[in-house]
């Protein structure tokens, strides 16, 4: 495993590293690493998540054909009462989160569970924001030679058809961080799921 901290920044992620990751290309783990250091440096909430990381598979399964990466996120179930209060008790300041917060009805605008991913259930309080009793999620990354990797997010420019590896684990990694929405359409336990950024989707 890879722990990687970031100077400034509360948020703590350790990578879990396949074995199949042994057959990886030059760049994949740096890539990996270096993704995750940028995330951590726009994020000051603390919490230590736990990821494990794959090479063309995600927790021992083939990954979809002909897809660049894919993430699976825990979710955690809650009331939308919690919910709301854990966001009011961990908010910042900014105008935005202000604005958003003032804008949340009492009782749920919509009939449904409501989740939060692992991650988000650490930020919030739900739970524990170290415990290594939960995993956070799977990442896996295609085997595809159409990669460009290296600090693309600061320098270099991504070879003309190839894809951009730095980009694409910073999104595979966020969808497991939360950035995901479920807008009822998805049923889990046979009941119509939301999750927290459904309340920002109108």
Not at 21 to 38: H, L, W
Not at 77 to 95: I, P
Not at 120 to 131: N, W
């Amino acid at each position: 495993p890879t722990l990687v901290t970031t100077s400034g920044s509360g948020l703590k992620v350790n990578l879990v590293w396949d074995s199949s990751v042994a057959s990886a290309p030059s760049g994949f783990q740096t890539d990996v690493v270096n993704a995750v250091s940028y995330i951590e440096s726009k994020i000051s909430t603390t919490a230590t998540l736990t990821i494990n990381v794959g090479y063309g598979e995600i927790g021992g399964s083939a990954l979809s054909g002909g897809a660049l990466g894919e993430s699976e996120s825990y979710l955690v179930k809650v009331s939308y009462s919690s919910l709301v209060a854990a966001l009011k008790a961990t908010a910042s300041k900014d105008a935005t989160d202000t604005s958003m917060l003032a804008s949340l009805p009492t009782t749920a605008p919509a009939s449904g569970n409501w989740w939060v991913t692992v991650s988000q259930a650490r930020a919030l309080g739900l739970i524990s924001a170290t415990s290594t009793s939960y995993l956070d999620g799977y990442v896996g990354f295609g085997t595809s030679s159409n990669f460009t990797y290296g600090l693309t997010n600061s320098s270099g420019t991504v070879a003309s058809g190839t894809y951009d590896f730095f980009a694409t684990v910073a999104h595979e990694i966020t969808e497991i961080m939360g950035r995901q929405l479920l807008v009822g359409t998805t049923a889990i336990d046979g009941t119509k799921a939301y999750d927290l950024f459904d309340l920002a989707h109108y």
